[in-house]
C-alpha cells in the first residue's frame, strides 16, 4: 500500500512561486503514475500535473503548463510539484495521487487509488 504525505503549501501573492513536496512510502512500482490534483472550493476535483515513476511521460493539466514542473528525487522517496507565477485561480486544495494502472495515459481522478491527505495553497491578488 503507497502512503503519500503532502508538504509546502501555504499563501503567497500572485507572481510568487512555491514548491510542493510529496513523501512518498511503501514502495510503488516504476510501472506507477504520480501525479498532483487539485480542487477549489466548489469544483471538482482538476488534474495538475502526473509522470511515470520510472521517470518518463510527464503531463500537465492546460491551465498550468510553462508555470509549473512536477518532477521526483533520484532515491523515488519524493514527488515534487513547482509552482511559479501563481495566479489567484490557483488556490486550491492540493493532493498528491498514485496510480498503479501501467502505462496510464487518461489522468482522471478515479485512475489514481492512493491519495495523500492535501494541503492548501492560497493566492492573493
Known amino acids: 500500500q503507497v502512503q503519500l504525505v503532502e508538504s509546502g503549501g501555504g499563501s503567497v501573492q500572485a507572481g510568487g512561486s512555491l514548491r510542493l513536496s510529496c513523501a512518498v512510502s511503501?514502495?510503488?512500482?516504476?510501472?506507477?503514475?504520480m501525479g498532483w490534483f487539485r480542487q477549489a472550493p466548489g469544483k471538482e476535483r482538476e488534474f495538475v500535473a502526473a509522470?511515470?515513476?520510472?521517470?518518463?511521460?510527464?503531463a500537465y493539466g492546460d491551465s498550468v503548463k510553462s508555470r509549473f514542473t512536477i518532477s521526483r528525487d533520484n532515491a523515488k522517496t519524493s514527488l515534487y510539484l513547482q509552482m511559479n507565477n501563481l495566479k489567484p485561480e490557483d488556490t486550491a486544495v492540493y493532493y498528491c495521487?498514485?496510480?498503479?494502472?501501467?502505462?496510464?495515459?487518461?489522468?482522471?481522478?478515479?485512475?489514481?487509488?492512493?491519495w495523500g491527505q492535501g494541503t492548501q495553497v492560497t493566492v492573493s491578488s
Open positions: 511503501g514502495s510503488p512500482l516504476s510501472t506507477y503514475t
Open positions: 509522470m511515470w515513476w520510472s521517470g518518463g511521460n510527464i
Open positions: 495521487a498514485a496510480s498503479s494502472i501501467p502505462l496510464l495515459r487518461d489522468y482522471a481522478a478515479h485512475a489514481f487509488g492512493s
